[in-house]
């Protein structure tokens, strides 16, 4: 124990204070053990008044006997408890620490009932429905995804399942996987996982929502959609709903295209991963719900921290792996879609932050409470101005490059486009001062002998000016469509492979290849960090 003067200090994050033991209504202070044991442990302190006052206990012969004894009568299990006498300045305080049990739930009989309870912020509550079934199935060291159903192999297909697999693995898919992978039992029956993997997934609970709202708040709906399926299915159809309802402005600069995304794509999947994989599924009549806003996304799921903290109290780059469906999880990183090491937090972050329109402030954040998880990624773009994009871009060129209005190749304000193509484009080809068009020959005919020798294919080097259309300053010609692609797909996922790279865009690992380092060389993007865990940039100086 530690005393401050004449009050005491708790050195747990869970703990009650009893002024006195109350002998005939020992089911008050029953409760907090049995949610004590139910949770992370905790301790109870009798002697001390609601606000940690130290005002001591009379009877000090037999009350360390008797909170014994009611704990042993009336709890079942029975926990594991250590009791401790002390005399903090010369007054009698019992302390009664509870570890967090392993065979839950641990229920307090009373009067003809039998309850379990749970810690809920600083209140004790009693255990019900799906927070019920989860204490049992945590006492028999069981987790919901890996309960068998009665529903046996032969009766679904796992298509979807299959092709994903051997898409983003590039190996051969083999049905003994499924048995591996812990979707489908020794017996031949399908567990609650395999289910939500299956092609016709039959389990109610495995639904998705989606809406864009109107302005900031939940008024009118300009778009909705419902879908019932896998958890492949929702997750494509979840990165669907977000691409589609969300836009993309850009800026055509002389040698590439700048995105101007509003959600990193990567982090949108992330954030669908974590709902997925780590949602309560026992619960029923509740859903995965994605709401879209003007300024931002929500993405909400129940079940809250599995460990039940509150996320927003943590730092959530420091949070441990801790998986409420291990098998749901397994299969995902069989999919190569997520680390078995809790880096999603991470990720998300660190793909938001690479945004070229991220500033501070627009970070994602996250809060939970017992029933419920949310995300909210933030649109970067939100309350940005064409002047703040033109800063943006303008940085990215160099000096003397042309723009017709400022006499130098400078993107004018405002020529933005979003996804849907309802503003208006920036000119594919500016135009170019006459000075420098001069320059370059003009075809008149056939590849003839004269025409060859008016205009040799190789000239050597260009002789130097010295007035302002220096070689420095003629602008590069602009990449080629595959280099563009290859240019937007790192804007959206920045830690993209060259082997993804080339399975997205249908192109060579080769050929790939040869495009990342024609765009490092040309200064357009950068490789940040290891050649496996790093991640790609699209230079903008900022």
């Known amino acids: 124990m530690k005393v401050a003067g004449n009050k005491l200090i708790a050195e747990c994050t869970a703990y009650d204070f009893k002024v006195a033991i109350e002998r005939g209504k020992s089911g008050h202070w029953l409760k907090s053990v049995s949610a004590f044991a139910n949770g992370d442990g905790g301790a109870l302190y009798f002697g001390v008044d609601n606000s940690g006052e130290i005002i001591g206990l009379d009877d000090r012969v037999h009350s360390v006997d008797y909170i014994s004894e009611q704990i042993r009568l009336h709890l079942d299990p029975i926990p594991r408890f250590t009791l401790t006498p002390d005399t903090p300045n010369g007054k009698f305080v019992i302390e009664v620490m509870v570890e967090p049990g392993e065979q839950t739930p641990y229920y307090v009989s009373l009067d003809g009932r039998r309850i379990a309870y749970i810690r809920s912020g600083s209140d004790t509550i009693e255990a019900k429905g799906a927070t019920l079934v989860n204490l049992i199935l945590k006492g028999s060291h069981l987790t919901w995804d890996a309960i068998e159903s009665n529903h046996h192999s032969d009766e679904f297909t796992f298509l979807r399942l299959k092709n994903a697999f051997e898409q983003r693995t590039r190996t051969k898919w083999d049905a003994s996987m499924l048995v591996s992978f812990g979707l489908v039992t020794a017996s031949g029956y399908l567990t609650n996982a395999g289910l939500l993997f299956a092609d016709d997934c039959p389990i109610k609970q495995a639904r998705l929502y ?314 357009i993007i950068e490789h940040i960090g290891p050649d496996k865990g790093g991640y790609w940039k699209v230079i903008v100086k900022k």
């Open 210 to 523: 989606c809406t864009r709202w109107d302005g900031l708040y939940k008024d009118y709906a300009l778009n909705d959609s419902e879908y019932q399926g896998n958890l492949l299915f929702l997750l494509d159809m979840a990165k669907s709903f977000v691409k589609v309802n969300t836009a993309k402005r850009w800026y055509k600069l002389p040698d590439y295209r700048l995105n101007f995304p509003e959600y990193s794509e990567r982090a949108v999947e992330e954030v669908c991963l974590n709902h997925l994989q780590h949602r309560d599924y026992a619960q029923l009549g509740s859903e995965f719900h994605i709401d879209i806003f003007d300024d931002r996304i929500e993405f909400y799921t129940p079940g809250g921290m599995f460990d039940g903290s509150n996320v927003q109290d943590r730092d959530v780059l420091t949070i441990p792996s801790s998986r409420r469906n291990p098998i749901i999880s397994e299969v995902f990183s069989q999919l190569d879609y997520v680390e078995k090491r809790g880096s999603g937090f991470r990720k998300i972050k660190e793909a938001t932050a690479i945004l070229p329109s991220y500033r501070e402030g627009m970070e994602p954040t996250y809060r939970s409470d017992k029933a419920f998880f949310f995300s909210i990624l933030k649109n970067v773009n939100y309350g940005m101005t064409d002047e703040d994009f033109d800063r943006i871009s303008d940085s990215r060129l160099e000096p003397g490059q042309w723009n017709s209005e400022r006499q130098t190749l400078v993107p004018d304000k405002g020529l933005l486009e979003n996804e849907k193509g309802t503003q208006k484009k920036y000119p594919e080809n500016e135009e170019i001062p006459q000075k420098t068009k001069e320059k370059s020959p003009q075809k008149t005919g056939k590849n003839t002998p004269e025409t060859r020798k008016k205009y040799p294919r190789k000239q050597g080097k260009i002789p130097q000016k010295t007035g302002e259309n220096t070689p420095e300053k003629i602008p590069q010609k602009p990449v080629r469509k595959t280099a563009q692609a290859i240019i937007d797909a790192i804007i959206d996922d920045p830690q993209l492979s060259r082997a993804k790279l080339a399975s997205m865009l249908n192109r060579s690992e080769y050929t790939i290849r040869f495009h990342l380092n024609n765009l490092q060389e040309r200064g």
